[in-house]
């Protein structure tokens, strides 16, 4: 299974990015799927996910102005971000609950992170 992350970027304070982390590879469902990001310096923390029936979760620090979805038929993942602060900056990487086959275990796998940077 492979996640592949992508549209992070450089972009004025108040401005907007889009992500996606498509997966691929061998894949029976995915459960949860998440971003999470790591600025320089500190330790990688929740941005915010999203259930397989939808539901979602965001740290406090984004609510409001980060938008989490899916599209199941595609197998991806998007993370909506408004009203971008400086403390945004960081490496997003997105994450996935995947089951390769009926039967096997959920394991989790990591996109190779994507840069956003946010200007004042």
């Known amino acids: 299974v492979q996640l592949q992350a992508s549209g992070g970027g450089l972009v004025q304070a108040g401005g907007s990015l889009r992500l996606s982390c498509a997966a691929s590879g061998r894949i029976f469902s995915i459960a949860d799927m998440g971003w999470y990001r790591q600025a320089p310096g500190k330790q990688r923390e929740l941005v915010a996910t999203i259930g397989s029936g939808l539901n979602t979760n965001y740290a406090d620090s984004v609510k409001g102005r980060f938008t989490i979805s899916r599209d199941n038929a595609k197998n991806t993942v998007y993370l909506q971000m408004n009203s971008l602060k400086p403390d945004d900056l960081g490496i997003y990487y997105c994450?996935?609950?995947?089951?390769?086959?009926?039967?096997?275990?959920?394991?989790?796998?990591w996109g190779q992170g994507t840069q956003v940077t946010v200007s004042s």
């Open positions: 994450n996935a609950d995947v089951r390769r086959q009926r039967y096997e275990n959920w394991g989790r796998y």
